[in-house]
């Protein structure tokens, strides 16, 4: 088992930051990809980021530019840095870990983003 653990989530003004971070515990060995995801009201949850052990990232079009994600393996954490914020990023953000030996996903509690003026 993984056990993930997020915090860094808040309220900010259009135009501002926040750092989420992510703590990964348990069978660690077993990630190959960790990532951000996040679902909005009355949305289906959706790909932010992601990054492999290697160091290869994703992001969805909409924060390219705007987001980035980085691990540090030493402290088993993964961060997603998010600079100009807008309305439209507001939403419960989601660490995720994807471990390729029997395809699973282990998923955090979330942590709420609000974008507001």
């Known amino acids: 088992q993984v056990q993930l653990v997020e915090s860094g989530g808040g309220l900010v003004q259009p135009g501002g930051s926040l750092r989420l971070s992510c703590a990964a515990s348990?069978?660690?060995?077993?990630?190959?990809?960790m990532g951000w995801y996040r679902q909005a009201p009355e949305k289906e949850r959706e790909l932010v980021a992601t990054?492999?052990?290697?160091?290869?990232?994703n992001y969805a079009d909409s924060v390219k530019g705007r987001f980035t994600i980085s691990r540090d393996n030493a402290k088993n954490t993964v961060y997603l840095q998010m600079n100009s914020l807008k309305p439209e990023d507001t939403a419960v953000y989601y660490c995720?870990?994807?471990?390729?030996?029997?395809?699973?996903?282990?998923w955090g509690q979330g942590t709420q983003v609000t974008v507001s003026s």
């Open positions: 995720n870990a994807y471990a390729a030996i029997g395809r699973t996903n282990y």
């Open positions: 348990g069978s660690i060995f077993r990630i190959n990809t």
């Open positions: 990054i492999a052990n290697f160091g290869a990232t």
